[in-house]
């Protein structure tokens, strides 16, 4: 979900590479050799790093931070947060361009059936530089929640967010710094 952040970190790939990170959460099962070699290694590079970040010590400290009836909800939140920190981080100049590359790749080919829907609208709606706004963004966890069978926890977690949304913030800081350090693919 925090396509952003995917975006910044495989950059420096090709657009092969770049289309992979995009795509992944669409993308089921280890067999990727549907997908060719680029694309297939943006989709083990977008994993890397999920695993990564859902293993990564300030993450588990702030999922277990959120309400106990949601916690099992807070790592998807907290995705689209991040990104949410990131579209304020970068610079303006260095954000759209990446914006227009990952709208361009996601433009020019068929997304994954389980994307296929979403794709359009992440463009149209121009999310990726949406996220900036927080209130957009704690909409995008809403709409997520909305596509979970039951009631919808994501929205609940939104209240928490903007609770902690300073530590959440400096979360993000620790966070951002390790994973860039690690798994970045720099231009």
């Not at 309400?67 to 790592?75: E, K, L, V």
């Not at 100049?93 to 997304?111: I, T």
Request: hydrophobic share 45%.
């Amino acid at each position: 979900m925090n396509f952003l952040a995917h975006g910044w970190l495989a950059r420096g790939g090709s657009d092969d590479f770049l289309y992979g990170n995009l795509i992944a959460d669409g993308v089921k099962g280890v067999e990727l050799d549907a997908w060719g070699e680029e694309v297939a290694g943006g989709i083990r590079h977008h994993r890397r790093v999920d695993a990564y970040v859902d293993a990564h010590p300030v993450v588990r400290e702030a999922r277990a931070r959120a309400p106990s009836p949601q916690r099992r909800y807070a790592g998807i939140a907290l995705d689209l947060l991040w990104d949410h920190f990131l579209a304020r981080q970068l610079m303006t100049p260095e954000r759209d361009v990446l914006v227009m590359r990952c709208y361009r790749v996601l433009e020019g080919r068929v997304a994954p059936a389980r994307l296929e829907a979403m794709m359009p609208a992440l463009i149209r709606q121009d999310w990726l530089r949406g996220y900036a706004d927080f209130s957009f963004t704690c909409r995008a966890v809403a709409g997520v929640g909305r596509r979970i069978t039951g009631p919808n926890h994501l929205a609940r977690l939104v209240p928490w967010m903007e609770r902690d949304y300073v530590r959440l913030a400096k979360d993000f800081e620790a966070l951002w710094g390790d994973l860039e350090g690690e798994l970045s693919v720099a231009p």
